[in-house]
């Protein structure tokens, strides 16, 4: 019984971390392209010549865990931040907080599962914000076991966001 409660709660945890689509600087760079056709897991775009990446994956997150990472893109753009998740182990990536929603606004969160299939492989968590108009803005992403008592803020992004 306990092995179909598990993958509920992990299940669970993950779609916790995205919020409903919204209609309307590292020593370690990521990987930042505008380049999205090779990527089946991203969702549609506006523009995607105006769309800029950002993915760490877990080799890159294990290199450090507290990142602060800046970024420019055009109005009218979109941004994509992906990151390594594996909710088997009972951490998840919790809901991108923004600190200027009139500057730019989350779209979609999505968990992809690992190509494999295999329980317990590693995923990926994708986020698509959308730019509104011209200022700045962060938005801070968190890697945490969202219970209590859990550890909280185990590998955090701060990425501050220009749209021109």
């Known amino acids: 019984m306990l092995w179909l409660v598990f993958p ?14 919204n209609a309307d600087a ?7 392209t505008g380049d999205t056709e ?9 523009n995607p010549s105006k769309t800029i990446r950002v ?11 507290h990142i602060t ?11 994509i931040v992906t990151f390594g998740s594996n909710p088997s182990t009972g951490y998840a990536w919790q809901k991108a907080v923004t600190s200027n929603s009139n500057i730019s606004s989350e779209y979609t969160c999505q968990f992809v599962a690992p190509p494999s299939g295999m329980v317990g492989a590693a ?8 730019t509104l108009q011209p200022g700045n803005t962060t938005i801070n992403f968190s890697y945490s076991q969202s219970w209590q008592g859990g550890v909280q803020n ?3 992004l701060a990425l501050n966001v220009t749209v021109k």
Do not use: H, R
């Not at 993915?55 to 865990?65: F, G």
């Not at 990472?69 to 941004?79: A, F, H, P, R």
């Not at 995923?123 to 959308?130: C, D, E, H, I, L």
């Open 69 to 79: 990472y800046d970024v420019v893109i055009e109005k009218s753009g979109s941004l």
């Open 8 to 21: 509920l709660l992990a299940l669970t945890l993950v779609l916790g971390a995205c919020a409903t689509p």
């Open 26 to 32: 590292a020593t370690n760079p990521p990987t930042t």
């Open 38 to 46: 090779n990527n089946s897991y991203m969702p549609p775009l506006d």
């Open 123 to 130: 995923g990926k968590q994708v986020w698509t914000f959308k």
């Open 55 to 65: 993915e760490y994956l877990y080799d890159e997150l294990a290199v450090q865990k």
């Open 154 to 156: 185990e590998w955090t």
